[in-house]
């Protein structure tokens, strides 16, 4: 077995070993030393938390510990003490790191208004990390103390940078359409995620390259919360993750309130979900 097939049994919280790396459930070691863990905790959006260590001992490790958690939508913390349950001497070092690097971006902002406005939008996530690790463990929120006037000018240097940036995008609609009509076009980038039957009606597709077979997803209770949420207007949110509905290899995490779905690292419109439903005669 390789080392990377113990990180792909880490992401889905099997067992394996190689090389000194091995995966325990929730936790990953390198020797006997845990290097990342998953909690059975999701953020707001319904993306599981994994914490991981600051330094890895090997170069590769952390990109694809990185990549592993962007690939399953997942929320990473990296931090000095990556446990399933620390200490509270522990817990005061992660959220010590996690507020320091809040407090590095906000003065980095403050000095230039250079890259300040994604320089405060990163500092805004990182205050987001602290507080989301508080509430992943039921700690009190951490203190974010920086002076006022330091904080005076972050912002005012923030606001100047965003009003020099611009935004651009691309249509792909004819792409989109050619893949709609059953053409395979898994090496270009379509946008939004579709959904189609595969050609013998026994498997969904979706435009980002993944495959379920109809039979392991429970087609007509994820149509039914759809069109629930939709109506109410009110997400649903399996914020356990071991409670989650799965499809094929991925979870769901979230149901929108517009009826759309957060399954793994694919976002799904609630138009492609009815689209994929009156193709099944779903009501």
């Not at 889905?12 to 070691?29: C, F, K, N, V």
């Not at 971006?105 to 602290?130: D, E, H, P, V």
């Not at 009003?163 to 009509?181: H, N, T």
């Not at 392991?216 to 989650?244: D, H, K, N, Y």
């Amino acid at each position: 077995m390789r080392q990377t097939e113990v990180l792909e049994a880490w992401v889905e919280q099997r067992s394996a070993a190689a090389d000194g790396l091995q995966a325990i459930g929730p936790t990953l070691y390198i020797g006997d030393r845990p290097v990342a863990c998953w909690l059975d905790r999701a953020d707001e959006t319904g993306a599981q938390i994994a914490l991981y260590a600051l330094r890895m001992g090997r170069s590769w490790l952390q990109s694809n510990i990185d990549q592993a958690v962007y690939a399953v939508r997942g929320t990473s913390l990296r931090v000095p003490c990556p446990l399933p349950s620390p200490t509270l001497v522990q817990h005061a070092e992660n959220i010590k790191h996690l507020v320091g690097g809040w407090k590095q971006s906000i003065a980095t902002t403050a000095r230039s208004t250079r890259y300040a406005w994604g320089n405060f939008q990163g500092a805004q996530r990182k205050a987001a990390l602290a507080k989301l690790y508080a509430w992943a463990f039921d700690l009190p929120e951490p203190k974010f103390n920086v002076s006022r006037d330091e904080l005076s000018r972050a912002r005012r240097n923030a606001v100047a940078s965003r009003r020099a940036s611009k935004d651009a995008g691309q249509s792909r609609d004819i792409l989109r359409a050619l893949w709609r009509g059953g053409r395979d076009l898994r090496h270009v980038f379509l946008g939004p995620v579709m959904l189609r039957l595969s050609s013998d009606r026994q498997t969904i597709e979706t435009s980002d390259g993944e495959k379920a077979a109809i039979s392991t997803v429970p087609v007509a209770l994820l149509w039914g919360l759809a069109c629930e949420c939709r109506q109410q207007q009110r997400p649903l949110i399996w914020r356990i993750v071991s409670e989650r509905p799965r499809i094929g290899r991925w979870s769901v995490q979230m149901i929108c309130a517009d009826g759309s779905m957060q399954i793994g690292c694919h976002g799904v419109s609630f138009a492609e979900i009815a689209r994929l439903a009156v193709t099944l005669n779903l009501r």
